[in-house]
């Protein structure tokens, strides 16, 4: 793994920007995989950024997101269907239809995760991985676990992550129990990982990953065997880290 240490998260979106524009520019018709969360919204508006500018031609792309709230659909603003339109899709000149997110709205997790599956493997190789770290080192809603799931599943978010997430609800009773994400083999195939972590909460957690054991406990660990993991990391995520 290469860890970039960053002053703040300014810089950690530029730099991230930066190495996704790469991507789209040395292979136009690449297949970005994305995320969500507050990590990698400063990464979205730097490449809107280059995309206003000129610099920068989605036309080609094809995206592939990690995650979504079972039972939320687009038009729901907590949706990761809804956050990626927001921050990213309808700014940009990306065709909507080469655009993925798995399909919240369909209450039979099999059929959701076997169809996004099928999605995955029609798409080809991710070029590049995008991932944001959870609190609890998560990875898309790969939670915690006693193995690394290889394709896309259902899961039941952890406490951890409910807590964490209700600031985004009205109420914690608002925040869905269970989720679809891709799943951990998914993520190690992608050509390329670039992690963007972020403030002193996740100090703990990121030296868990960078440093301890490689286990499904710690799902992010896996990232060590990558051979091309990348993790941009601001200094108060790093505090904890002897790099
Ligand atoms: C969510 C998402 C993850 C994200 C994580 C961290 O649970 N499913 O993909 O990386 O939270 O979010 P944040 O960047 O807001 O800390």
Same mark, same amino acid.
């Given at each position: 793994?290469?860890?970039?240490?960053?002053?703040?998260?300014?810089?950690?979106?530029?730099? #991230?920007?930066? =190495?996704?524009?790469?991507?789209? @520019?040395?292979?136009?018709?690449?297949?970005?995989?994305? $995320?969500?969360?507050?990590?990698?919204?400063?990464?979205?508006?730097?490449?809107?950024?280059?995309?206003?500018?000129?610099?920068?031609?989605? *036309? *080609?792309?094809?995206?592939?997101?990690?995650?979504?709230?079972?039972?939320?659909?687009?038009? %729901?603003?907590?949706?990761?269907?809804?956050? !990626? %339109?927001?921050?990213?899709?309808?700014?940009? %000149? @990306?065709?909507?239809?080469?655009?993925?997110?798995?399909?919240?709205?369909?209450?039979?997790?099999?059929?959701?995760? *076997? $169809?996004? %599956?099928? @999605?995955?493997?029609?798409?080809?190789?991710?070029?590049?991985?995008?991932?944001?770290?959870?609190?609890?080192?998560?990875?898309?809603?790969?939670?915690? #676990?006693?193995?690394?799931?290889?394709?896309?599943?259902?899961?039941?978010?952890?406490?951890?992550?409910?807590?964490?997430?209700?600031?985004?609800?009205?109420?914690? $009773?608002?925040? /869905?129990?269970?989720?679809?994400?891709?799943? @951990?083999?998914? =993520?190690?195939?992608?050509? !390329?990982?670039?992690?963007?972590?972020?403030? &002193?909460?996740? &100090?703990?957690?990121?030296?868990?990953?960078?440093?301890? /054991?490689?286990?499904?406990?710690?799902?992010?660990? =896996?990232?060590?065997?990558?051979?091309?993991?990348? =993790?941009? $990391?601001?200094?108060?995520?790093? *505090?904890?880290?002897?790099?």
């Amino acid at each position: 793994m290469k860890v970039y240490k960053v002053k703040d998260y300014q810089e950690l979106s530029r730099k #991230a920007a930066n =190495i996704i524009a790469a991507q789209v @520019i040395m292979k136009p018709d690449c297949v970005l995989g994305l $995320a969500t969360g507050s990590s990698p919204v400063g990464t979205y508006d730097n490449l809107t950024a280059m995309y206003e500018k000129g610099d920068l031609d989605f *036309s *080609s792309v094809t995206t592939v997101n990690l995650d979504e709230y079972k039972g939320l659909d687009a038009s %729901n603003d907590q949706s990761y269907r809804y956050f !990626m %339109n927001t921050h990213l899709f309808n700014r940009v %000149n @990306i065709p909507m239809e080469r655009t993925f997110v798995p399909d919240g709205t369909e209450t039979d997790s099999e059929k959701a995760c *076997s $169809a996004y %599956n099928e @999605i995955l493997h029609s798409v080809g190789t991710v070029d590049l991985q995008l991932l944001g770290l959870g609190h609890d080192g998560h990875i898309g809603f790969n939670e915690p #676990a006693d193995y690394f799931p290889d394709e896309t599943h259902c899961v039941d978010l952890t406490e951890v992550t409910i807590q964490a997430n209700k600031r985004f609800f009205q109420s914690e $009773a608002d925040v /869905p129990r269970q989720a679809y994400t891709m799943g @951990i083999g998914t =993520i190690m195939r992608a050509k !390329m990982v670039l992690v963007v972590v972020s403030g &002193a909460d996740k &100090a703990d957690i990121l030296n868990q990953v960078i440093t301890g /054991p490689v286990t499904p406990q710690v799902p992010a660990s =896996i990232l060590q065997f990558h051979p091309n993991a990348v =993790i941009i $990391a601001d200094e108060a995520a790093l *505090s904890k880290t002897d790099l």
